[in-house]
């Protein structure tokens, strides 16, 4: 089992930056993403990557915006927000699983997630 706990997350206006972090222990993962969920909507994908960090994956939405990396070293996925958009408000929760999928369905450990809000 992979335990998983998020920071970084905030309070920020449209259009700033913003990085979370995630910090893993136990056993690693071979695949590391990031979800979202905005209040009355479903858990969405993010970004995901690879055990090298090499193969990524993003959501439209995140597409030139955001930018996920990790760490292995240090036991650490990050992702890199920029831009960012009263849309963009949500938990953000990082996720181990096998490989990088889109499905939360793919991902086995969870963190308990990091609230993100983005208001003028």
């Known amino acids: 089992q992979v335990q998983l706990v998020e920071s970084g997350g905030g309070l920020v206006q449209p259009g700033d930056s913003l990085r979370l972090s995630c910090a893993t222990s136990?056993?690693?993962?071979?695949?590391m993403g990031w979800f979202r969920q905005a209040p009355g909507k479903e858990r969405e994908f993010v970004a995901g990557?690879?055990?090298?960090?090499?193969?990524?994956s993003y959501a439209d939405f995140a597409k030139g915006r955001f930018s996920i990396s990790r760490d292995r070293a240090k036991n650490m996925m990050y992702l890199q927000m920029n831009s960012l958009k009263p849309e963009d408000t949500a938990i953000y929760y990082c996720?181990?699983?096998?490989?990088?999928?889109?499905?939360?369905?793919?991902?086995?450990?969870w963190g308990q997630g990091t609230q993100v809000t983005v208001s003028s």
């Open positions: 990557i690879g055990w090298t960090g090499f193969s990524t």
């Open positions: 136990g056993r690693t993962s071979a695949a």
């Open positions: 996720a181990a699983g096998r490989v990088i999928g889109r499905s939360l369905f793919e991902y086995d450990d």
